[in-house]
């Protein structure tokens, strides 16, 4: 099992930063974030592998640290759009994908909330 806890979530005003970090219990091989705004499904935002350089999507960046177990998620230019409860998902699965039956851990997940 792995337990993963997620930290850093907060209110914010548009065009605002943030980052939010999850630690995991052990090493595990692929690392992501997922978010829920609500009245909407969970969706796929980025993941990393533990082979992986950090990598973007538009406004956000994931990035990685091995020796702490632990992701980021580095979110520039935030918009109330991305208001939503960001969780941590983690898989040993090398070959993993964005659907969230790859995903075997999740964490609780950390609020984000946007105001314009």
């Known amino acids: 099992q792995v337990q993963l806890v997620e930290s850093g979530g907060e209110s914010v005003q548009a065009g605002g930063s943030l980052r939010i970090s999850c630690a995991a219990s052990?090493?595990?091989?692929?690392m992501g974030w997922f978010r829920q705004a609500p009245g909407k499904e969970r969706e796929f935002v980025l993941a990393?592998?533990?082979r992986d350089a950090p990598s973007a999507k538009g406004r956000f960046t994931i990035s990685r640290d091995n020796a702490k177990n632990t992701v980021y998620l580095q979110m520039n230019s935030l918009e109330p759009e991305d208001t939503a409860v960001y969780y941590c998902a983690a898989t040993d699965k090398v070959f993993f994908s964005t659907n969230l039956g790859d995903w075997h851990y999740w964490g609780k997940g950390t609020q984000v909330t946007v105001s314009s």
């Open positions: 052990r090493f595990v091989y692929a």
């Open positions: 990393i592998s533990g």
